[in-house]
T-cell receptor, first 114, second 112 residues
């Protein structure tokens, strides 16, 4: 079945540091890929997405590129802020069928310090 | 923000009692989902609905049932709550022919 593997956290960075959160997936065909963010005490918000190979999703300074050859969708940001502290989830949705159910990774907690 | 509300937002109950959680949307989206969030597991799908009275199981459906009698409401019922069902429950909605799911604020359930 489909699966998503994320790097374990917590990841602790200083403000303005470069961020990478690794995500790799196993799926049949060409799934859509997502990054969701969860701030403390809140629900999940879509951060960015990519629907086909080599697509780059971007939002709020975050980027991720759909790499089919390495089955990866790593999240990057050039300069993190304290306000980026949250839990980040990588997820995939199959291309067709199954109600487009999302399969999530276990989440990576990011802590940004001054 | 997508118009999704969940009720109650917090609930404490005892083992063996029935519990119903409600998800309400104002977007008229066709698809609705229930997930549970647990440490070390991310979010896992419990049940989903692809239309009024049309539902299907997810990967962790044992001990849960759902109903959808109208487009805007999707109910999740724990027939006889167990401590293993202590979790945070999220509802999500999705429009037809769109990939993105939008999530509600969550319900924190504690089963004693």
């Amino acid at each position: 079945g489909d699966s998503v593997t994320q790097m374990e956290g917590p990841v602790t960075l200083s403000e303005e540091a470069f961020l990478t959160i690794n995500c790799t997936y196993t799926a049949t065909g060409y799934p859509s890929l997502f990054w969701y963010v969860q701030y403390p005490g809140e629900g999940l918000q879509l951060l960015l997405k990519a629907t086909k190979a080599d697509d780059k999703g971007s939002n709020k300074g975050f980027e991720a590129t759909y790499r089919k050859e390495t089955t990866s969708f790593h999240l990057e940001k050039g300069s993190v802020q304290v306000s980026d502290s949250a839990v980040y989830f990588c997820a995939l949705s199959p291309l067709v069928g199954g109600g487009n159910k999302l399969t999530f990774g276990t989440g990576t907690q990011l802590k940004v310090e001054l | 923000d997508a118009g999704i509300t969940q009720s109650p937002r917090h609930k404490v109950t005892e083992t063996g009692t029935p519990v119903t959680l409600r998800c309400h949307q104002t977007e008229n989206h066709r698809y609705m989902y229930w997930y549970r969030q647990d440490p070390g597991h991310g979010l896992r799908l419990i049940h989903y609905s692809y239309g009024v009275k049309d539902t299907d199981k997810g990967e962790v459906s044992d001990g849960y049932s759902v109903s959808r009698s109208k487009t805007e409401d999707f109910l999740l019922t724990l027939e006889s709550a167990t401590s293993s069902q202590t979790s945070v429950y999220f509802c999500a909605i999705r429009a037809a022919r769109q990939e993105t799911q939008y999530f509600g604020p969550g319900t924190r359930l504690l089963v004693l």
